[in-house]
Nanobody
């Protein structure tokens, strides 16, 4: 049973930073491409960032480029999302996801096999 557990969310002022973590257990983490998605109130879930199995290839939605950085530590079975210069529009529940099939850092959520429960990020203005 593969489990993903996110942490690191919270309340921060605009311009501040947070680092999200997602620990994966029960599977072979180093094989997975990993992604971060988010869902704001009243909106559909959207892609934020993804990273391939070894960490050499990343993919970001345009709205976070230059502000967010995705990384991974295969020795700790953990993927991170460093979020800087946060804006109120970044407020959402953030989910991590694991792709056990393609290894490609895709923005398509249908490519992901396992999902975490989410962590709330709230950015005040």
């Amino acid at each position: 049973q593969v489990q993903l557990v996110e942490s690191g969310g919270g309340l921060v002022q605009a311009g501040g930073s947070l680092r999200l973590s997602c620990v994966v257990s029960g599977g072979t983490f180093r094989r997975y491409a990993m992604g971060w998605f988010r869902q704001a109130p009243g909106k559909e879930r959207e892609f934020v960032a993804a990273i391939n199995w070894i960490g050499g290839i990343t993919n970001y939605v345009d709205s976070v480029k230059g502000r967010f950085t995705i990384s991974r530590d295969n020795g700790k079975n953990t993927v991170y999302l460093q979020m800087n210069s946060l804006k109120p529009e970044d407020t959402a529940v953030y989910y991590c996801a694991a792709d056990d099939r393609t290894g490609v850092p895709s923005s398509d959520e249908s490519k992901y096999d396992y999902w975490g429960q989410g962590t709330q990020v709230t950015v005040s203005s």
